[in-house]
């Protein structure tokens, strides 16, 4: 993975992806993050603008698509 972005920050975080868009969720970003209300071990994240859009996530360990 590769950083080129410089944002002045010296965190070592690493930002987590949203689950239906796929981008790096920033910290700042009204996201949510959930169990999969399915087989309730992977751990979801909608960043703001795919919850807003309200698009469906997949479940990366069960394959359960949900809004
Ligand atoms: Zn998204
Ligand atoms: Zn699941």
Redesign the pocket.
Known sequence: MMFTENCGMSSTISLPN?S??H?HIMPNDKCVKFNCPNCGTDLIW??E??REAA?NYTCSQCNFQGP
Do not use: F, G, T, V
């Open positions: 949203c239906c868009c981008r909608r960043c603008s795919c698009r």
